[in-house]
Structures are given as structure tokens and as C-alpha cells.
């Protein structure tokens, strides 16, 4: 194991990420899937190195994401990613329960980014 990588992950190391997801390859090379999750997102103002990672001119806002991935209960992502407030949208989409825009039920978040 290298740092608080698992072996299963070791697949994942060689994988072209600019057309194809993480959760895709991880079933993909190891028969993994993502089951459930949780993301939290938070505004912050970034530390002095994130600021000059991130090109702002102190002090400046931005949003925390956070992330848990998890497989059957086990939890086998943690992400942390800062992002420039001024280039981060939270747009929210809203439908039935149903699957049906107007149909009847109680509605479900569904969030996406941008």
C-alpha cells in the first residue's frame, strides 16, 4: 500500500480520467461500484497556499467540497476539492419522486455542476 491507497486501487493509477469517470473505472478494473455517498459543500476562505494555488488575491472566497464514496456500507473514496468562487455554480434540479416532472409525490434534490 502507498500512503492510504488500498492494492485494489493500484488498477486506477494507469487510467486516462479526460473521457471516463472514476466510478466507471473503478467497477470497470475492479468490480467495484459506487453504492452510495455523501458531498458537502461549503463556502470558506482558502488558506495562503490554496490562495496561491488557486491564483486569488487574499482574501477571497471559495467552496469546500467534500466527499465520501462508499460501497456496500464501506466507505472507499474521501475526496477534498477547493474551488473559486467565482467560477463554481450549484444548480439543482428538481423531480418527482415518481420520475415524473408534475407528477405526484414528495420531490428529490438532484444536484450537478458546473
Known amino acids: 500500500m502507498y500512503g492510504c491507497r488500498p492494492r485494489w486501487a493500484n488498477p486506477l493509477l494507469g487510467v486516462d480520467f479526460r473521457h471516463t469517470s472514476l466510478y466507471d473505472q473503478l467497477l470497470a478494473t475492479t468490480g467495484i461500484p459506487v453504492t452510495a455517498g455523501e458531498e458537502t459543500v461549503r463556502a470558506i476562505i482558502p488558506t495562503p497556499a490554496e490562495h496561491r494555488t488557486l491564483h486569488l488575491q487574499p482574501p ?7 466527499r465520501v464514496g462508499i460501497s456496500s456500507g464501506v466507505p472507499i473514496e474521501w475526496r477534498h476539492t477547493v474551488i473559486r468562487a467565482d467560477r463554481f455554480a450549484l444548480t439543482s434540479a428538481l423531480t418527482s419522486a415518481h420520475g415524473t416532472p408534475g407528477g ?11
Open 104 to 114: 405526484h409525490g414528495s420531490l428529490m434534490l438532484t444536484p450537478t455542476y458546473s
Open 60 to 66: 477571497s472566497a471559495a467552496f469546500a467540497v467534500e
